[in-house]
């Protein structure tokens, strides 16, 4: 399919658009094919972003092709104006165009699928160049073309998410794999609920690993993620060393892996609360909502997640979840007692197995000097338990959020680690 | 500063990480850098992504600095051994390196500020290439240097989104408003709650506005952004452009514009609630907490955000809520009739002014053909309003949960607008 005399496949990455170069989107096509690129074992030289102007284009493209295996460009296919994209491919490779009768149909089903008949500036998109390999597009409207000079390959997709993936997955995974070059494997652990460093001293030596895999330290303020990454000559020689590496890392630091991959803590909540048949309410205070939404982002949650509660008020937390009045006069909205009332009173009046409670000074304002912003208490209250937490999160409000979040997930996680 | 004899400077920006070419990070700063640039009047021709490779940065470099007026790039700063791009730069602009005494001091205080002494693996971030200038860091320990080529100019910034916005605004946007070339302006009219045919049809000929302004639609799944641009003999006559054209469009559909620029849904509610003086909560289903999570973002929120809540169960939606057993029973907990009571209830238990609530079937599962996935309700209730609208959104669950939130601030946002 590539011809490459080389290890790996090389590729480069092209979108197109002028809403990318003047910042009006951010633009995450690249990075879904870098990863999914990366996956498959094909190295990323480089992703350039250029507007739509055609002699942009055409030497961005030119210059690609004499250097990867693999040149895929995302963007300018649809029917408007400034999509020049076909335009200027159509004069590179000096193409005939032709009327294609599988995507005409392709795009009258795509409408008539939605009660609608096929628009006259659609119909265009069903003109293609005579000599490229077309990539029929189920998505959308705007088929995908497949070009070839010297044995390099140009992929040309739209750059509406939902196709570009499709279109990705359907050709390029599919030929990528074909060469049988994809030796390389990455596994990534997704830890959360500790410093960079201090996880690193925890793990200690790495040596014994170092014949069989390459690790990465990939630290956000919700984690650290370690990345695995290990070559073999099949893909079972590959996934060995993975799982070899793996394993390593679970016996050291057990608990502060929470999952997997693209895994996420809700997610992982979810499968634990339905395993062990449990159930959860969230009684939020800073986090505004934050916690029960991403909670419901896992389709079926409903399962398991009963009710939130954001008691933004102190007369919501007393009437709501019945915390103490006095507590509340004599701690403060913001502490240890309140996040400890709050998550028992929200299990109590709703009836739930465990339920997670956070109140904080998200900032930039109301901190003081006993209570400084980013102060944020969490709780988990279960029927046989109630643990606390403090933070001091040192970031914008936003992502102080985020983190409260994060580590309201993690306590609840840790705790329903322990249910037999 | 920038020699050239175009009506607009030139400008490319490298972004430098592997964790960037295989996709493992979201690279935001070039959206960010495009942006501001783009405001400032510099036209962005390329932005380019590369891995930690030696002879990539110098090659990318080397041929952005031939062709554009301003250079950027981020990352590579670090302190730790793939960081190389203070190195590489070293090598190609024949540096000799030295210390900065500036810079340590700046690192030393920084760490001091953190009740730490500055580590032994921070101290090189002192050695600067004495060639450049430098660009002080106080947001970080990295610094930034600019170097100089033909008239051209290489900014070299750390990647950390914080200390990369910091270190272009106090340098980069301060040298280009210098040329007083940037008498390009734009300014993005925000609507919501149309389809984007329907809003050009409203809004009718727009060619009066040809000669003054380029107008450019963008479409998301939460609304369409009108950008207009416009250039003058300078900021004065740009700006009245601006303002010319802004009023067309405020005279054409001005309850459909909701904010301009950067503003959001959520800001612009928290000033006409503070404004008016009036109390707000909500009561959130399928949405599991967004919309209380989008109005806590503002900083201030607890002036006239009361309490949230997640019914998610039949159970809390009739115990919470009082919604009456016999309407769910009758109409289904997804019915025009639950929203109305969810709202009037939410009002009533929390004393608030007002209160939004939505209640709909986010997807993948648990639709009917009666009641397909994506339809929901949302509803705003007041002492004198009650309103409810009826929505099917056609998308995936998260995307479907972010236009229910969206459209029930916007709802909220008309009825707020009816209050004299």
Known sequence: MFQTNEQLLKAEIIAIGNEITTGLIQESNSTYMAKRLNEEGVDVARVVSIGDIESDIENVINEALRKSNIVITTGGLGPTHDDITKKVLTNMFKSEPKQDPKVLQDIENFFRNRGKTIPEYSKPQSIVPHNAEILYNEKGTAPGFLFKR?????????GVPLEMRHLFEKYI????RKTGKNKIGHRILNTTGITESKLWEQIGAIEPLNDNVQIASLPSHLGIRIRLSATGENEAETQEKLDKAERFFQD?????IYGKNDESL???IGRLLLDKNQKLSVAESCTGGLIGHRLTNISGSSEYFLEGMTTYTNEAKIKRLGVPENIIETYGAVSRETAIAMAEGMRKVSGADFAVSVTGIAGPTGGTKEKPVGLTYIAVSGEWVCECQQFIFPQDRERNKERAAQSALNLLRLELLKID
Chains 1, 2 share one sequence.
């Not at 010297?150 to 739209?158: C, D, E, F, H, Q």
């Not at 995974?173 to 990528?176: G, K, P, S, T, W």
């Not at 050291?252 to 502060?256: A, G, H, R, T, V």
């Open 266 to 268: 809700e997610e992982i």
């Open 173 to 176: 995974a599919v030929d990528v």
């Open 150 to 158: 010297n044995g390099n390959s140009l992929y040309v997709l739209p």
């Open 252 to 256: 050291k630091i057990p608990e502060l």
